[in-house]
């Protein structure tokens, strides 16, 4: 059982491995602050949690798995918290391409897309 555990352990640390490249890559070469928010934040999570379980089917012990746990939980609340400061960010900062957007919702709230004041 313990062989099973290791590989897949192993799998999950490659397949974790791949995609944190590809995140990485993609912050390189995309074109603009959304493209390259996308790439920083979706690929990243999930090769960190697969990481996180191939630690996790190697490592174990309770005490382990614990705190790979509270890593994995704090990685799932920071980074969409972190995606929206920059897409937010990059919007207000007008360092985006806006005939990229497919729907502008903050358009209509004026320049920045800031709050046009009490509802």
Not at 2 to 23: K, N, P, Q, R
Not at 90 to 110: H, I, K, N, V
């Given at each position: ?49 697969l990481l996180l379980l ?66």
């Open positions: 059982m313990a062989t099973i555990a290791d590989w897949l352990g192993a799998g999950c640390l490659v397949a974790g491995a791949l995609l944190s490249l590809a995140a990485g890559i993609g912050v390189l070469r995309f074109p603009d602050a959304l493209s390259r928010m996308h790439a920083a934040t979706k690929p990243q999570v999930l090769g960190v949690l191939g630690i996790a089917f190697r490592l174990r012990s309770p005490t382990d798995l614990g705190m790979i746990l509270l890593v994995a939980i704090f990685q799932l609340s920071t980074a969409p918290v972190a995606a929206q400061m920059i897409g937010r960010a990059a919007y207000r900062s007008g360092r985006l391409d806006r005939s990229l957007l497919d729907a502008d919702e903050l358009a209509e709230r004026g320049p920045g897309g800031g709050s046009a004041g009490p509802a």
